[in-house]
């Protein structure tokens, strides 16, 4: 029978009901062998059950308790079993559980009956610290009611309030303390809280600060609709600081050397639309190997010449360049591989060179031993491909006839991109894709995989001598980490696993979070903008890296893509939030490695991590609002979270990246956050401040439409 215990005590907000659900079964994975299989223990009738995951109907339950001598001992978290009895089967898992003790992570606790629907049950799953209500029987009905400390009221089915829920473990017990007759008020107790405050059209609340410290309050609204724009309205009486104003950081933005270009729109555009130029092979599967390679280049440095051709026509623009270094069968993860590396010949030191800044031979030694050296996890070839994989191989001409076979080489060209001479700004390099195809099907294909890099900002020194630690050097380094990220993912995705363009928005945050996780290994600020051995989130006032954009620019949708800075900016940020609360580099690699182009991508990357489970595409940017807004804060658990005040290292694979702390606020501008009511792009945040220093009640009162949730934070 349900045993529910109240207990009452007088609070100076009301009476304080505190709700204790005791009837408890539980559930292990008893078989290492196949974790799959699960056992079910109902302590209230001493009866034990085996069935496999996902399996719950009455007829794939198996009774098994009957062979044990004992019924199963539990004790503050541990269940043990007994021996079976003699003679007993010990089918159905019964002998592998026999004499064993098992760490119980699922609690499933019979709570009251909902009239004209059912029995709700409580799901706890200690793992992850999530906690779902449902219907007995019915699957479908649990949905996630609260995740760390972050509630989901709207989601319960017996309108149960979870903002003071805890679990006792010793006892296997569900303690819920709300408060009577204030259902439409929300306490903050804690130094940080987080309340959904859901999507009803019509929101009414009132927020009592019952901590010793005032709080900064914050309303987040997440519209999850994939194409439409949606208008919030919200009216409450707390004092509010003024309003940011974007026009006033412009010249802040402006004014920053770094003059830094995105990729080309036509080779963006011929990116999407690749799919169009692939001619599928009709070869047997038994010819898929054979006669797939190409030969060697057999570049050598000093003496060798080419014609390059800049874009897909072999009549359009081109630069006539030397290779100028050859690094020769490098022993990798990826097998035997050689780096060429080829200068624009107005573009190299010497009588030739007609640019404003000249490449030497040093600088080429430089980059070469960057790029690829040998010796094992040691350079940016080493670090990308652990994440993504290999660049090409003939998997790619066996699927597709017009693309060049592998011979395990890589080009890197040096020359003035668009040819403006630029020694403070512009393009800074590039992957294009045409280079794959072979020239009978793009006449402007070099027919190599290769990559453009711009000379004359490469060699472009603020100092008298040269050095690879140089700003814009340095700017070129990382930029080659992330056209790394672009020639692997169109061999590994766009090639082999996806029929469909990935999105540019996937495939450039893929490439920007690349820069920032190898920023350390390469010496550099990086996206951050904070020194490269420093793990904290650096100091107030900071205008380097891409996050001074991203705050001024923190509402436009995530998902859609005009090739802007700022875009680049957005999707940088979204990858750091993913690897810091998502499994590390690991999400970025499963991201590519599945079917989907798209954001479900994104969701089948994150299903695969323990805290992902059940998650959706609208909860991941609502959660990547609340991080933003709690960036302050460096010492969060089970909170959404961009800083821990130091480097979090992340191994993967043979490498370990290390993933620095992030505050958005330590960033000039800071983040735009307004406090007026206004329009919530598709798939993005809208960032609303009540007040700050608050200690009296306020009143609150928000219309939204559907496709928008509301986000209390207070901090």
């Known amino acids: 029978m349900l045993k529910l215990f109240l207990i009452l005590w007088l609070s100076f907000s009301g009476v304080v009901l505190a709700k204790e659900y005791t009837n408890t079964s539980f559930y292990v994975a008893y078989d290492s062998a196949d974790s799959t299989q699960f056992a079910l223990v109902l302590?209230?009738?001493?009866?034990?059950?085996?069935?496999?995951?996902?399996?719950?109907?009455?007829?794939?339950?198996?009774?098994?308790?009957?062979?044990?001598?004992?019924?199963?001992?539990?004790?503050?978290?541990?269940?043990?079993?007994?021996?079976?009895?003699?003679?007993?089967?010990?089918?159905?898992?019964?002998?592998?559980m026999a004499n064993k003790c098992y760490t119980v992570n699922f609690f499933y606790t019979q709570k009251e009956e909902v009239p004209n629907v059912g029995t709700a049950f409580i799901l706890t799953y200690r793992v992850t610290n999530k906690v779902y209500e449902g219907i007995a029987g019915d699957a479908a009905s649990f949905k996630v009611v609260r995740d760390g400390n972050t509630t989901y009221n709207a989601e319960s089915i017996s309108n149960e309030d979870y903002s003071d829920f805890s679990f006792d473990v010793s006892q296997a017990k569900v303690i819920i303390n709300v408060v009577t007759n204030d259902v439409n008020t929300i306490h903050i107790t804690n130094d940080v809280q987080i309340e959904s405050l859901g999507k009803a059209t019509s929101i009414n609340k009132t927020i009592k600060i019952d901590t010793a410290?005032?709080?900064?309050?914050?309303?987040?609204?997440?519209?999850?609709?994939?194409?439409?724009?949606?208008?919030?309205?919200i009216t409450h009486n707390a004092k509010i600081s003024p309003a940011f104003k974007i026009a006033s950081t412009q010249k802040t933005i402006a004014s920053k050397k770094s003059y830094?270009?995105?990729?080309?729109?036509?080779?963006?555009?011929?990116?999407?639309?690749?799919?169009?130029?692939?001619?599928?092979?009709?070869?047997?599967?038994?010819?898929?190997f054979k006669s797939l390679s190409i030969e060697p280049s057999y570049d050598i440095a000093g003496l060798t010449t080419q014609r390059f051709y800049l874009d897909i026509s072999s009549s359009?623009?081109?630069?006539?360049?030397?290779?100028?270094?050859?690094?020769?069968?490098?022993?990798?993860?990826m097998g035997s591989k050689t780096l060429n590396i080829w200068v624009s010949d107005d573009s190299f030191f010497g009588s030739g060179c007609s640019k404003a800044k000249c490449v030497t031979q040093e600088m080429v030694d430089a980059l070469a031993d960057i790029f690829l050296k040998a010796g094992a996890d040691n350079d940016i070839y080493d670090w990308d491909t652990n994440i993504f994989g290999e660049e090409w191989g003939a998997a790619a001409s066996s699927k597709y006839s017009n693309l060049i076979g592998a011979n395990n080489e890589i080009t890197i060209l040096l020359t003035d991109i668009e040819n403006d001479d630029s020694t403070n700004g512009g393009v800074l390099g590039y992957f294009y894709a045409k280079d794959n195809y072979s020239k009978e099907s793009i006449s402007g294909s070099n027919e190599r995989i290769m990559f453009y890099?711009?000379?004359?900002?490469?060699?472009?020194?603020?100092?008298?001598?040269?050095?690879i630690d140089d700003y814009w050097p340095k700017e070129m380094i990382s930029t080659l980490a992330h056209e790394f990220q672009h020639m692997i993912h169109f061999y590994e995705k766009n090639t082999l696993l996806s029929e469909n363009m990935t999105d540019t928005w996937m495939n450039e945050m893929l490439s920007e979070t690349t820069e920032e996780v190898v920023a350390t290994k390469i010496h550099h600020t990086g996206p951050r903008g904070v020194a490269y051995t420093d793990g904290s989130a650096g100091i107030s006032g900071n205008t380097d890296g891409r996050y001074p954009l991203f705050n001024s620019t923190n509402t436009l949708s995530l998902t859609s893509w005009g090739n802007n800075l700022q875009d680049y900016s957005k999707v940088n940020a979204f990858g750091a939030f993913l690897t810091r609360n998502y499994g590390g580099v690991k999400v970025l690699h499963d991201i590519m490695y599945n079917t989907f182009s798209d954001e479900q991508a994104v969701m089948d990357a994150v299903h695969k991590t323990v805290q992902g489970e059940g998650k959706l595409f609208g909860d991941l940017v609502r959660e990547w609002g609340v991080a933003v807004l709690l960036s302050t804060q460096d010492n969060l658990m089970d909170m959404p979270t961009y800083n821990t005040g130091d480097?979090?290292?992340?191994?993967?694979?043979?490498?370990?990246?290390?993933?620095?702390?992030?505050?958005f606020f330590n960033y000039n501008p800071m983040p735009t956050i307004y406090t007026t009511a206004g329009t919530v792009q598709p798939q993005a945040n809208y960032y609303y401040k009540i007040g700050d220093n608050i200690s009296a009640d306020v009143d609150i009162n928000i219309t939204l439409p559907a496709s928008v949730e509301a986000t209390l934070i207070a901090r």
């Open 316 to 333: 359009g623009p081109f630069t006539d360049a030397t290779a100028r270094k050859v690094v020769s069968n490098v022993s990798t993860a």
């Open 213 to 233: 410290t005032a709080k900064n309050l914050y309303i987040l609204f997440t519209n999850d609709n994939p194409s439409s724009s949606e208008t919030v309205q």
């Open 43 to 96: 302590p209230s009738v001493n009866k034990v059950y085996t069935h496999k995951a996902g399996q719950i109907a009455a007829t794939d339950l198996k009774q098994i308790d009957t062979q044990f001598v004992s019924s199963p001992t539990y004790n503050n978290g541990e269940l043990c079993f007994s021996a079976l009895i003699a003679g007993a089967s010990g089918d159905n898992g019964a002998s592998v």
């Open 260 to 288: 830094i270009l995105p990729t080309p729109n036509h080779i963006q555009n011929f990116t999407q639309n690749i799919q169009s130029r692939l001619i599928e092979n009709n070869i047997s599967i038994s010819r898929q």
């Open 453 to 467: 890099i711009d000379a004359v900002l490469f060699a472009n020194s603020e100092n008298t001598t040269w050095s």
């Open 647 to 663: 480097f979090t290292p992340n191994t993967y694979g043979n490498s370990t990246y290390d993933l620095g702390s992030i505050n």
